[in-house]
Antibody, heavy 119, light 107 residues
Framework: QVLLLQSGAEVKEPGASVKVSCKTS????????FHWVRQAPGQGLEWMGI????????SYTQKFQGRVTMTRDTSTSTVYMQLNGLRSEDTAVYFC????????????WGQGTLVTVSS | EIVLTQSPGTLSLSPGERATLSCRAS???????LAWYQQKPGQAPRLLIN???NRAAGVPDRFGGSGSGTDFTLTISRLEPDDFAMYYC?????????FGGGTKVEI
């Protein structure tokens, strides 16, 4: 079992960057893979990518290639998602989730972080 | 990339009734890598089913998953008030993971 605690809501201007954190506790950090999924207001779920905390390897969906960076800090058992070049369409709740296998299902989720992009 | 299409968009039912939710994939889902999640307003998704038909820990047995290839179904045998929510199917096992557009089960 792992508990995921995400950072608080953010308001950013268009063109800016945001970095959302997801701190884990419970089972060993490196026993899991971490996903980022976003949900625009009133919309469905959108998978953004995954990070393997063991080696830091990542895989991003094509839509976000070049704009997203997922990193981890093993000393604090925290994963991060940075999204650059924000536009209004990036306004969404961003969730981190964890899976036991690479590209697996996510039984564990953070509470979500609302990112609002507005001038 | 596997595109998942869920139907209907909204299902209007009463407590005690049976709910049948459909998820159709644009190509065959390999290794039964099809999952279902429940989501309530303001909450994170909750994993219900993985591997087409395996209930996650703590999920009541009124939730059942079935299907193969490109056609999958989530069945809620007798709706309880707590079951009124959004439901999403998900294809997993390789990148990119994809979600269907969701079905809202409402009273």
């Amino acid at each position: 079992q792992v508990l995921l605690l995400q950072s608080g809501a953010e308001v950013k201007e268009p063109g800016a960057s945001v970095k959302v954190s997801c701190k884990t506790s419970g089972d060993s950090f490196t026993n899991f893979y971490f996903h980022w999924v976003r949900q625009a207001p009133g919309q469905g779920l959108e998978w953004m990518g995954i990070i393997n905390p063991s080696g830091g390897g990542t895989s991003y969906t094509q839509k976000f290639q070049g704009r997203v960076t997922m990193t981890r800090d093993t000393s604090t058992s925290t994963v991060y998602m940075q999204l650059n070049g924000l536009r209004s369409e990036d306004t969404a709740v961003y969730f981190c989730g964890s899976s036991h296998t690479i590209f697996g299902v996510s039984p564990y989720w953070g509470q979500g972080t609302l990112v609002t992009v507005s001038s | 990339e596997i595109v998942l299409t869920q139907s209907p968009g909204t299902l209007s039912l009463s407590p005690g009734e049976r709910a049948t939710l459909s998820c159709r994939a644009s190509q065959s889902v390999t290794y039964n890598h099809l999952a279902w999640y429940q989501q309530k307003p303001g909450q994170a998704p909750r994993l219900l089913i993985n591997g087409v038909s395996n209930r996650a820990a703590g999920v009541p047995d009124r939730f059942g998953g079935s299907g193969s290839g490109t056609d999958f179904t989530l069945t809620i045998s007798r709706l309880e008030p707590d079951d009124f929510a959004m439901y999403y199917c998900q294809s997993y096992g390789s990148s990119p993971l994809t979600f269907g557009g969701g079905t809202k089960v409402e009273i």
